[in-house]
T-cell receptor, first 114, second 115 residues
Framework: KAGVTQTPRYLIKTRGQQVTLSCSPISGHRSVSWYQQTPGQGLQFLFEYFSETQRNKGNFPGRFSGRQFSNSRSEMNVSTLELGDSALYLC?????????????FGPGTRLLVL | AQSVTQLGSHVSVSEGALVLLRCNYS??????LFWYVQYPNQGLQLLLK??????LVKGINGFEAEFKKSETSFHLTKPSAHMSDAAEYFC?????????????FGKGTKLTVNP
């Protein structure tokens, strides 16, 4: 089985722009979670989608949004980018989104905001 | 609220030495606990997990961890470090917030293995 894929792998944007990141889960997985990883804050949970519905959301401003499509692929969008949004964005997939399951992570998208 | 504390943001060991990475958790309900590893420029990979079965959990690459309820700990060990173990290690605990489940990660411990 192919693993979790994320595109693009690297992005450079300027303040005020918006960005869309994509995540394709492992085939058959219906839950996709997104995390932001920074040196200062570590791994922080953004949101989780299951069967096209957002089930859980972390403590991030409304500039961060996401969606999931019927094929379980997910996108996250960040509008009005700020310098502090520079981070590695990771997505992870599981079959059903329960915490006892192993989360399978993609390689991440590294976003640099100038 | 569930949380995880990893003691030591950096740990350095010699090749062949014991690896001990510390993790303490806080949880008001029986937790599920995980250790993940992240190699440079890669995502996270599961090393092992505790889901209320055996308290000594064996994982991949020779790692193991012991769940100690009395100490609220889930420390990760490996008897003999290898150069390829150099990576960042994350402990995580299951959390139930507002009826939804998610993982809460520690800040991570970067392991350096010296030849």
């Amino acid at each position: 089985k192919a693993g979790v894929t994320q595109t693009p792998r690297y992005l450079i944007k300027t303040r005020g722009q918006q960005v869309t990141l994509s995540c394709s889960p492992i085939s058959g997985h219906r839950s996709v979670s997104w995390y932001q990883q920074t040196p200062g804050q570590g791994l922080q949970f953004l949101f989780e989608y299951f069967s096209e519905t957002q089930r859980n959301k972390g403590n991030f401003p409304g500039r961060f949004s996401g969606r999931q499509f019927s094929n379980s692929r997910s996108e996250m969008n960040v509008s009005t980018l700020e310098l502090g949004d520079s981070a590695l964005y990771l997505c992870a997939s599981t079959l059903a989104g329960t915490v006892r399951e192993t989360q399978y992570f993609g390689p991440g998208t590294r976003l640099l905001v100038l | 609220a569930q949380s995880v504390t990893q003691l030591g943001s950096h740990v350095s060991v010699s090749e062949g030495a014991l690896v001990l990475l510390r993790c303490n958790y806080s949880s008001s309900v029986p937790p599920y606990l995980f250790w993940y590893v992240q190699y440079p420029n890669q995502g996270l990979q599961l090393l092992l997990k505790y889901t209320s079965a055996a308290t000594l959990v064996k994982g991949i690459n020779g790692f193991e961890a012991e769940f100690k309820k009395s100490e609220t700990s889930f420390h990760l060990t490996k008897p003999s470090a290898h150069m390829s173990d150099a990576a960042e290690y994350f402990c995580a605990v299951s959390a139930v917030r507002g009826g939804s489940e998610k993982l809460v990660f520690g800040k991570g411990t970067k392991l350096t293995v010296n030849p």
